[in-house]
């Protein structure tokens, strides 16, 4: 796969980094805007940067409320799977440099992150090596990356194997450890836990004093008598406010709204709240939003009903109903609407007569404090939870919806809690590269790939089992039925018959019913259905591939790795298919042993001379078969032909065709 590396900065020092790439051996791409950034983490997963490079102090628009806004980018980079060592370049002083105002410790990993002075330390740049952290690392960090409360505990955690002291310590030397390991910990602390120093000393203290009484073999419990008491003095909700909720969520809110104001103290909500978001103060560049997400994150649209130009009292050309119902009408995704507005009375006609189905509410009621904004957007992440789980989850198959005693619960419940995991990202990569390896056995080497378990069954002893709560049988499910739902997959869309598929990832099963055999790995084990779940021609033609029953990250990996564009009357057929059709070919030219009545016509002259090694792909064979019929007809051959198509015509793997031989070549 190809390296590259990547530059966050700003836009006034673009061209210095410009002339710092070129220094490196590596192609880099500069990021010196928000929009740019954005679209930058709405594209595929960009696991392929070698390194990264972003200005600690950037001063765009969206990072007015963080001194040191580069290492929030930082984090998302992280939370996208970024494996790559990161280089913070900053005009500050390092010694002004105080982590306590941005918690630079949630991303504080030796080797993998460096503070560079600009513009005196360029050379640590141009000797910049690639390194990437293990897959293990990284999902190790994340928990890091959710909120201090994690973070805490990781801190504490980090203690209690500190305070396993060296056997030869013992004393002065014991005490002067302890003392120094304590001041360690508590100085993270109040990086995390700001204005609490009183607190946090009080602890030290008591901690100390008890540590300095006990024995060796205790010191881990005096720890955890006091972990409690540590956590709590993490600041909670405000009175009247909702818990945030810690996991960032894997879509995005869509926020639309004339006033900047508005619009600041919602982006502000959105942000406590771990929920992503874009937003707007025009409708037109809102519907731009929605063209260019092409991973269909948007699954909440929030916005204002009456809007204006900016500054101006001139009314904007499309008005949020509008805007509404063009998205209802046009958009492919599954989205959510809120609708809000500052006119009561305009509310109340807007929930009787608008025949869209929202979510309206009173602005005032929204905005009117912070903790009714908290409460409202609890609703926005519910809804979207919901509406992000439906947007992605469609297969056909009653295993996919209802617990079956196979299964330890419906199948769509092991994928809702794969979406939401903190870990998500990373396990994409996962069931991607092992599905792709998988696959290039099959088609790069005449060898049977490796055996491996497509997952039979998911159990537990429980009857009231939780994905969320069993990891192990979340595993299960990601590493058998969604890396095998793709590998079948793209092996379908490769030419492979449901038969052949089977005996690639089966290779020692029992075959002595191989349809049965088939039925059980596809339909029951995979809830897979190549004849219901693949996107048809006309939603292909429309764009709409989500309308089809596929999991949209099946969709965009078939689509981004192996460019298939889902269009069956495109495949090249399979061998049972292929010899099925020129075997009716083969047969009709056999038929034609000697000059009959308009033996001299063209196209029967044409039909005659045919050679069927070139005739593989879906047009070429229809082509063929028109061909056939006219030349059957001439030849006064029809009902031959015609009965030897019917004999085998419900053998075809290749739904198109089926219809295409019942419209144009049966009567």
Not at 98 to 106: I, K, T, W
Not at 551 to 556: D, P, Q, V
């Amino acid at each position: 796969m190809k390296k590259e590396g990547l530059i966050v900065c700003n836009p006034q020092q673009a061209s210095f980094f410009d002339k710092i790439k070129n220094k490196i051996d590596l192609p880099f791409k500069i990021i010196d805007k928000q929009e740019t950034l954005n679209t930058f983490l709405d594209s595929s997963l960009k696991i392929n940067i070698d390194i990264c490079i972003i200005q600690m102090d950037l001063n765009w628009e969206y990072s007015s409320f963080q001194k040191y806004y580069g290492f929030e980018i930082a984090k998302k980079l992280r939370w996208l799977g970024l494996r790559c060592v990161f280089y913070f370049p900053t005009f500050d002083k390092k010694e002004q440099f105080d982590p306590r105002e941005n918690l630079f410790s949630l991303l504080r990993i030796p080797d993998y992150h460096k503070i560079v002075q600009l513009p005196l330390e360029v050379s640590v740049l141009t000797a910049a090596q690639p390194k990437l952290m293990s897959i293990e690392l990284l999902d190790d960090i994340h928990d890091t990356l959710i909120g201090q409360r994690e973070l805490i505990n990781e801190r504490i955690h980090d203690l209690k194997n500190q305070i396993i002291i060296p056997s030869n310590l013992n004393g002065a030397n014991l005490q002067e450890y302890l003392k120094n390991t304590l001041a360690q910990a508590f100085f993270d602390f109040r990086i995390i836990i700001t204005e609490k120093e009183a607190k946090l000393q009080e602890i030290h203290d008591k901690m100390f004093q008890e540590l300095s009484k006990t024995s060796k073999e205790k010191y881990q419990n005096v720890i955890e008598k006091y972990t409690d008491a540590i956590i709590e003095l993490y600041p909670a909700a405000n009175s009247g406010e909702e818990e945030p909720q810690e996991l960032m969520t894997p879509w995005k809110v869509l926020v639309v709204d004339d006033d900047q104001n508005v619009l600041d103290l919602i982006e502000s909500g959105l942000t406590r709240n771990n929920i992503q978001f874009h937003s707007t103060t025009n409708s037109q560049e809102a519907l731009e939003i929605l063209q260019n997400d092409y991973l269909n994150n948007i699954t909440v649209l929030l916005c204002d009903l009456r809007l204006k130009e900016r500054h101006s009292e001139i009314w904007q050309s499309l008005q949020g109903y509008d805007l509404i119902t063009k998205i209802y009408h046009e958009h492919s995704n599954i989205i959510a609407f809120f609708a809000i507005t500052s006119a009561r009375k305009r509310l109340l006609h807007l929930k009787k007569r608008f025949r869209i189905h929202i979510i309206a509410d009173y602005k005032k009621d929204i905005i009117g404090s912070s903790g009714a904004l908290n409460l409202f957007l609890k609703r926005v992440r519910e809804t979207g939870d919901e509406f992000f789980f439906k947007s992605r989850s469609q297969p056909t198959l009653s295993v996919w919806r209802k617990k079956t005693a196979r299964f330890a619960c419906s199948l769509n419940r092991f994928y809702r809690s794969h979406l939401f995991q903190s870990d998500y990202h990373i396990s994409e990569v996962n069931i991607n590269t092992e599905a792709e390896a998988f696959i290039d056995e099959v088609l790069n080497s005449s060898t049977t790939p490796p055996e491996k378990q497509f997952t039979a069954t998911i159990k537990s002893n429980r009857n009231d089992i939780h994905p969320y709560e069993d990891l192990e049988l979340l595993e299960k499910f990601r590493s058998g039925i969604l890396v095998g739902r793709r590998i079948a997959l793209a092996l379908f869309y490769k030419g492979y018959t449901e038969e052949e598929i089977f005996t690639k990832m089966q290779p020692n099963a029992d075959i002595s019913n191989l349809k049965a055999s088939t039925d059980l790995l596809f339909k029951t084990t995979l809830a897979l259905s190549f004849k219901k779940d693949l996107p048809n021609p006309e939603d292909i033609k429309n764009g709409q591939l989500l309308k089809s029953n596929l999991l949209l990250e099946e969709i965009n990996w078939l689509q981004n790795k192996y460019n298939i564009d889902f269009d069956l009357e495109q495949l090249v057929l399979n061998n049972i298919d292929l010899n099925i059709v020129i075997n009716w070919l083969g047969n009709l030219q056999f038929l034609i042993k000697e000059p009959m009545k308009n033996y001299e016509h063209p196209n029967v002259q044409k039909f005659t001379k045919l050679k069927f090694e070139n005739i593989n792909a879906y047009k070429k064979i229809t082509e063929t078969l028109l061909l056939a019929k006219k030349t059957a007809n001439l030849t006064g051959l029809n009902k031959e032909f015609l009965i030897d198509i019917a004999y085998d015509l419900e053998e075809l793997n290749n739904p198109p065709l089926q219809i295409f031989i019942k419209k144009n070549i049966i009567p």
